[in-house]
């Protein structure tokens, strides 16, 4: 008889598989209301962070669609190749809380190494960035504005003088053209114009410390952007 390898599972993904169970088997038909947040962690047992990945997946499939005020609805009924592609979504790419930490970790120490240095060019460069980040946001346009904002920190660890830190933190960046983590950062921490430009704000505080020459800033105002979104995260 052969045996098959028995690999760890995430959370994240048997959840979605739950609310996709529910919804083939009728139990939440198309146009329906999903339970909240709070109540799929409970029946769950859960944490809500887990519940908020697995949603994220979901609309990412476009398997069901967040309205703002509302909450979350069928939009259709999966089929059985569906589900487990919504599965192997979740399974391929890392987690939001994973790449949350990873970024905290690593990428506040870098900024304030830029601040330190300040090779030619970057804050010239980091301005034009900037300037397209702040058009995306005033017009809610948030695929624009993630690719830009990609290209901010990109430009950041770019600029810091070192081949080693620059390759050890594009793999990490990258995770920003993730499906599931973009569909989170869109309904959970950008859902609107006025997220955008408050974000925004927060990154011009960073490049303001780096045209400084002020590590310490720079450093903190790193932390101060993961932090907020781990905040949003662990609501």
Not at 62 to 74: A, Q, T
Request: glycine share 4%.
């Amino acid at each position: 008889m052969a045996f098959e390898k028995v690999r760890p599972r995430k959370v994240t993904s048997i959840a979605a598989e739950q609310v996709v169970e529910a919804i083939k088997n009728g139990e939440y038909p198309v146009g329906s209301k999903l339970p909240s947040e709070f109540e799929l962690a409970e029946q769950m047992g859960v944490s809500r962070p887990s519940i908020r990945e697995a949603l994220s997946a979901l609309q990412a499939m476009e398997i069901i669609e967040s309205r703002p005020g509302s909450g979350n609805f069928v939009l259709r009924c999966p089929s059985s190749s569906e589900e487990e592609d919504t599965v192997l979504l979740i399974e391929t790419e890392a987690g939001c809380r994973d790449v949350m930490d990873a970024r905290q970790a690593l990428e506040p120490p870098v900024a304030a190494l830029v601040a330190a240095n300040r090779l030619p060019g970057i804050v010239a460069t980091l301005r034009t960035i900037l300037d397209e980040m702040r058009t995306h946001a005033e017009n809610d346009d948030y695929e624009s504005y993630i690719d830009a904002d990609k290209k901010f920190h990109v430009a950041i660890a770019n600029a810091a003088g070192n081949s080693l830190v620059t390759a050890a933190l594009k793999p990490l960046l990258d995770t920003m053209e993730q499906r599931v983590y973009r569909e989170f950062t869109r309904q959970y921490y950008l859902k609107n114009e006025h997220d955008l430009s408050h974000v925004v704000d927060l990154h011009k505080e960073i490049l303001d410390a780096i045209v400084q020459g002020d590590a310490e800033t720079a450093f903190s105002r790193m932390v101060e952007h993961w932090t907020r979104m781990r905040e949003i995260w662990e609501a």
